[in-house]
């Protein structure tokens, strides 16, 4: 069975900081995989997704992810934190490409970023 | 960008009553709609798939007569949640897209007394 895991429930970083939220898969064929954020009173938006290709695949607000095969990994990454990054993170699989939007989610990191 | 909404962002009920929410995809159209279930710290999980013009695809364990979804078209699909019990209290997500890119809705954040 597919299975999503995201070790940190809570992170603290300091703005200006790195940020490095991790995420395990388990995934039968290749893995379609996204990282999410969420903020409060807002939808989920897309950070970026990895299909196939460069292993490091770079999204929206300066962040980044690398497909690690070998470790069943997606992490994502970002230089420097903003303020604004505080958000609940979620790495999410690809069900199937038969019907785009059936995703199972990892449970979720929450980032909170101090002065 | 593409815009999903949900009405109402937040509803109080009494127990035993039905609630129905509303997804809308505002600049395109959807075949197809996906609603998932919040539980407080927790993941999203995904209830079902609204098909436009044809019945829902319910995942496992997640009752169809509980959760009723309705796509009457191509941008409104509907989850009314009947005869609600304080159990099913949640914050309930709906997405929609084009493609592989889904956008998702604000959520509706359900609270049954």
């Known amino acids: 069975a597919q299975s999503v895991t995201q070790p940190d429930i809570h992170i603290t970083v300091s703005e200006g900081a790195s940020l490095e939220l991790r995420c395990n898969y388990s995934y039968g064929a290749t893995p379609y995989l996204f990282w999410y954020v969420q903020s409060p009173g807002q939808g989920l938006q897309l950070l970026l997704k990895?299909?196939?290709?460069?292993?490091l695949v770079q999204g929206i607000k300066g962040f980044e992810a690398e497909f690690k095969r070998s470790q069943s990994s997606f992490n994502l990454r970002k230089p420097s934190v903003h303020w604004s990054d505080a958000a609940e993170y979620f790495c999410?699989?690809?069900?199937?490409?038969?019907?785009?939007?059936?995703?199972?989610f990892g449970a979720g990191t929450q980032v909170v970023v101090t002065p | 960008g593409a815009v999903v909404s949900q009405h109402p962002s937040w509803v109080i009920c009494k127990s035993g009553t039905s609630v129905k929410i509303e997804c809308r995809s505002l600049?395109?159209?959807?075949?197809?709609m996906f609603w998932y279930r919040q539980f407080p710290k927790q993941s999203l999980m995904l209830m079902a798939t609204s098909n436009e013009g044809s019945k829902a695809t319910y995942e496992q364990g997640v009752e169809k007569d509980k959760f009723l979804i309705n796509h009457a078209s191509l941008t409104l699909s509907t989850l009314t949640v009947t005869s609600a019990h304080p159990e099913d209290s949640s914050f309930y997500i709906c997405?929609?897209?084009?493609?592989?890119?889904?956008?998702f809705g604000p959520g509706t954040r359900l609270l049954v007394l």
């Open positions: 600049d395109f159209q959807a075949t197809t």
């Open positions: 990895y299909f196939s290709g460069d292993t």
């Open positions: 999410a699989v690809g069900l199937t490409t038969d019907s785009w939007g059936k995703f199972q």
């Open positions: 997405s929609a897209g084009q493609g592989e890119t889904q956008y």
